[in-house]
């Protein structure tokens, strides 16, 4: 028996979850849960990383003081391109920033001015956003240049964490792919860039790929803490590469989705896709666990259905998840349709008034109830999938006849169903807890146990129980697909 230990920190949550794998099966128990959001000081959003590390300590304490037997490894995985600078004395000279800290759309203005936005996406794969690290960095440059000044190691965010429990500074390839840094098609900081935007080099931490023991607990952080001397695994640092190797994806041209408030739709590549039209519409590149990409677009989840459902408690109009069921099984057709992904329902002050006005702007009629309005958006989220899935094949020359989707989203059977439907290709749903099961594997595959990425995804199939949809109505939804479409086409041209 083998038992690790996998964090698994969101942007506004963290969980703790061991794996006990027995050589055929892995069982998940979750240890510990937290929450994670961001300060605001100083006019800046800030992670607080000293309450991090005190809740990432408490939950090792109590996973010892559960677990029978040894722990035989830790690993580490967070959201992407925030990161920590770490002074001479291996300390951090502030809190990290958050990316959710828009001081940084100047900088990316003032990059742009420099090098054309298509040229850094060809450069490094990245879409081009402001939140992206390269940006943060030259923001800190500009308004904090102390603390570049004084900066040991740049550590990508669950890297800070490896190096508070070990004291070894590597950052890890799948979240430095995040950062707009690094070289496309290869695992090395992109040094024309930081020549371009930077007075002088940066200290960022050498990249290496996971799957591979760094180092065990520190002595210092042993004796400080008393915890035990467990192994400290480098798992892929991304949630989403981490997700991705726990899908038991077995036919190579397959898609796969995460759906969770935001939903991420793509496909694994051996290189990375830099076309002008994958630039226009958005999509990105970023590493694997296996050091490939994965070509994916990121692009709205249940955020707009939450929005709704907290308006309407609001107004003492609730709708709870089994009455929501109830409407969508007993809706009649739907012909009214919004692009999920349209800039009015990012953080508008009223969800229900953004939709009103979507209908409004493309000439469609309101949702007049409820039902309607939840129909219209999760018939909505279908479509956008599907076209998004179209898209990622006419990129990449493929067909895809599977679609592996994980994340919490995948508890919503009826959108399931739905995305079935609207990609007229069967889907497989599950795990839920993709994220921490991919770190998992990762660990297991550092310690010898697991040797590949497609043994892991056996043990996967093996572990946990999948869920199948076949496409359904398949006439009613390419008229709903072909609709769709003019009206993406449609808005294009605008």
Known sequence: MTTVLAFDLGASNGRLVSQVFNGEKISLQEIHRFSNQPLQENGHYYWDFNYLMKEIVEGIRLAEHQLAGSID?????????DFGIINA?????????????????????????????????????NEVSS???????MAIEQAYPAYLDNAKHILMTPNLIQFALTGIAQNEFTIASTSQLVEKGRREWHQEIMQSFFHKPL???????????????????????????????????HDTACALSALPIQHPDACFMSIGTWTLVGK?????????????????????????????RNGMGFWILQNLRNEWKRSGREVNYDKEHELLTTAPPNDIFIDPDDALFFNPSSMEEAIQLYCQKTHQPTPSSQQGMIQCVIESMALKYAHTIRRVEDMTTTQADVVYIGGGGIQNQFLCQLIANATGKRVVAGPIEASAIGNGLSQLRALGEIATLEEGREVVLKSFEMREYDPEDESKWQHAKDQFSTYINDKRGN
């Open 131 to 137: 939140i992206n690290t390269l940006f943060q960095l």
């Open 73 to 81: 490894g830790i690993g580490v995985d967070t959201w992407g391109v």
């Open 268 to 296: 694994e590549v051996p290189n990375p896709v830099i076309t002008l039209e994958a630039f226009e519409e958005g999509f990105t590149n970023e590493g694997t666990s296996e050091g490939a990409y994965r070509f994916q």
């Open 203 to 237: 200290p960022l931490a050498p990249i290496q790929l996971p799957h591979q023991v760094i180092g065990t607990i520190s002595t210092t952080m042993q004796d400080r803490e008393q915890l035990g001397a467990i192994p400290v695994i480098m798992t892929p640092g």
């Open 89 to 125: 004395n291996d300390q951090l000279v502030s809190k990290p920033f958050s990316y959710r800290d828009t001081y940084t759309v100047s900088h990316m203005e003032r990059a742009l001015a420099k090098r054309d936005a298509f040229e850094l996406f060809t450069m490094t794969g």
